[in-house]
Structure formats: structure tokens, C-alpha cells
Nanobody, 122 residues
Framework: QVQLVESGGGLVQAGGSLTLSCEAS????????VGWFRQAPGKEREFVSM????????VYADSVKGRFTISRDNAKNMMYMQMNSLKPEDTAVYYC???????????????WGQGTQVTVSS
């Protein structure tokens, strides 16, 4: 069992930066792939980024590639996403998720946080 809590969201101007954090509890976190997803108002939740359990492989959605960086610290049970050059279209609730399979597919993640709001003003 893994419990996830996101933090770090907020209001930022376009071009600014934010760092999201995801704190995990549970023995299996260090062996889990983790990912970030987001859901904008009126839209379905979408994949943003993913990192494998050892942190060797990362995958990003095309819309954030080159601007967002995912990382993890298994010793601290933490996962992060540094978001730079933010755009108004990045406005969404951001969720961290954990699962056994490193994937972009939302349905294959077993555990989810409650989400943190990111708002980017133009």
C-alpha cells in the first residue's frame, strides 16, 4: 500500500517556475514507477511525466518536454517535478501516481494523490 500527498502548487505568471513534490508512505514506493498527470477544467486527465523506480528512465508528454523535469529520491520517499517556462495551458490540477508498471497509461497506476492546483496567469 502506498499513500501519496502532493504539494507545491500555486499561482504563477506565465514564464515562471514551480516545483511540485509528492511525498509517499508505504514500503513499496522505492520499487514503484511514479508519474505525474494533470486535469484541466473541462478536460480529461492526461499524462505529464513518468520515472522508473530506479530513476534511470524518464518519459514526458510532448507538451512539457524540455520544460518539465521529473526526479525522485527514494531514500526520502519523495518525487518531484520541476516546471519551468510555464504557460497558461499548463493550468490544471496535478496528480502524482504510483504503480508497478512504468507506463503513460493512467489506468495502470494503483495509487493516487489528491492533487494540487497549478494556475498560470497570462
Amino acid at each position: 500500500q502506498v499513500q501519496l500527498v502532493e504539494s507545491g502548487g500555486g499561482l504563477v505568471q506565465a514564464g515562471g517556475s514551480l516545483t511540485l513534490s509528492c511525498e509517499a508512505s508505504g514500503r513499496s514506493f522505492s520499487r514503484s514507477a511514479v508519474g505525474w498527470f494533470r486535469q484541466a477544467p473541462g478536460k480529461e486527465r492526461e499524462f505529464v511525466s513518468m520515472i522508473t523506480w530506479a530513476g534511470i528512465t524518464t518519459v514526458y508528454a510532448d507538451s512539457v518536454k524540455g520544460r518539465f523535469t521529473i526526479s525522485r529520491d527514494n531514500a526520502k520517499n519523495m518525487m518531484y517535478m520541476q516546471m519551468n517556462s510555464l504557460k497558461p495551458e499548463d493550468t490544471a490540477v496535478y496528480y502524482c501516481a504510483a504503480g508497478q508498471i512504468p507506463t503513460q497509461l493512467e489506468r495502470l497506476y494503483d495509487y493516487w494523490g489528491q492533487g494540487t492546483q497549478v494556475t498560470v496567469s497570462s
